[in-house]
C-alpha cells in the first residue's frame, strides 16, 4: 500500500446485501412462491395454516439448501467470487453454518404439524438438496438430487392438499 493511501471499508449496506445473498432470495422465493401458488392450484378451500406451513417451509428449506451451497462453495468463490459474504468475511464460516441447520430445522418445526408421510416428502426434498451441496454437485450424478426433488414438490402439495390420487403416478 502506498504512504497516504487508505483502504475504504465496504459502506454497510453492501455488507447487509452480500450477507443476504447467502440465502440465495431469488430462487428461494421462486421454489416457495411456486408452492403456494400450486396449493392454490389444488384446493381452493385450503386455510391460511397451511399456505403458511407449506410456503415458509419450502422458504426455510431453500434458505438452508442455498447457505450450505455457499459455505461448500466458499473456497472456489475466495478466488472466483470474492465479493461474497463468507470469502470476504461478512459472514463468518461457523454463523452460516448455523443459519443453515436453524433454517433447516424451522423448516422441520414449521412442517411438524402436517401428515407424517407428507413432513416426510418436505425432508426428502430438503435432503437431495442437501446431497447436491454436500456430495454431489461436481460429480457425473449432480443430475440426482434435481431430478428427484423436482417432482417432490407438486407430490408435497399434492398430499398436504388431500389432492393425491393414483392417477398421478
Same mark, same amino acid.
Given at each position: 500500500?502506498?504512504?497516504?493511501?487508505?483502504?475504504?471499508?465496504?459502506?454497510?449496506?453492501?455488507?447487509?446485501?452480500?450477507?443476504?445473498?447467502?440465502?440465495?432470495?431469488?430462487?428461494?422465493?421462486?421454489?416457495? @412462491?411456486?408452492?403456494?401458488?400450486?396449493?392454490?392450484?389444488?384446493?381452493?378451500?385450503?386455510?391460511?395454516?397451511?399456505?403458511?406451513?407449506? @410456503?415458509?417451509?419450502?422458504?426455510?428449506?431453500?434458505?438452508?439448501? @442455498?447457505?450450505?451451497?455457499?459455505?461448500?462453495?466458499?473456497?472456489?468463490?475466495?478466488?472466483?467470487?470474492?465479493?461474497?459474504?463468507?470469502?470476504?468475511?461478512?459472514?463468518?464460516?461457523?454463523?452460516?453454518?448455523?443459519?443453515?441447520?436453524?433454517?433447516?430445522?424451522?423448516?422441520?418445526?414449521?412442517?411438524?404439524?402436517?401428515?407424517?408421510?407428507?413432513?416426510?416428502? @418436505?425432508?426428502?426434498?430438503?435432503?437431495?438438496?442437501?446431497?447436491?451441496?454436500?456430495?454431489?454437485?461436481?460429480?457425473?450424478?449432480?443430475?440426482?438430487?434435481?431430478?428427484?426433488?423436482?417432482?417432490?414438490?407438486?407430490?408435497?402439495?399434492?398430499?398436504?392438499?388431500?389432492?393425491?390420487?393414483?392417477?398421478?403416478?
Amino acid at each position: 500500500m502506498k504512504a497516504g493511501r487508505k483502504t475504504l471499508a465496504p459502506p454497510p449496506a453492501a455488507e447487509l446485501v452480500s450477507a443476504l445473498r447467502l440465502l440465495h432470495p431469488f430462487p428461494s422465493f421462486l421454489v416457495a @412462491g411456486l408452492t403456494l401458488a400450486m396449493v392454490r392450484m389444488e384446493s381452493a378451500h385450503a386455510g391460511l395454516g397451511l399456505y403458511l406451513q407449506l @410456503g415458509l417451509g419450502m422458504l426455510l428449506y431453500q434458505f438452508s439448501i @442455498g447457505i450450505a451451497n455457499d459455505v461448500v462453495d466458499s473456497p472456489d468463490d475466495a478466488v472466483a467470487k470474492p465479493w461474497k459474504a463468507l470469502p470476504r468475511g461478512t459472514v463468518s464460516r461457523r454463523v452460516a453454518v448455523l443459519a443453515a441447520a436453524g433454517c433447516a430445522g424451522g423448516g422441520l418445526a414449521v412442517t411438524a404439524g402436517l401428515d407424517t408421510g407428507v413432513w416426510l416428502v @418436505g425432508l426428502g426434498g430438503w435432503l437431495c438438496g442437501m446431497a447436491y451441496d454436500l456430495r454431489l454437485k461436481r460429480t457425473r450424478l449432480s443430475w440426482l438430487p434435481y431430478s428427484v426433488a423436482f417432482p417432490l414438490a407438486p407430490v408435497w402439495v399434492y398430499l398436504a392438499t388431500d389432492a393425491w390420487r393414483p392417477l398421478l403416478w
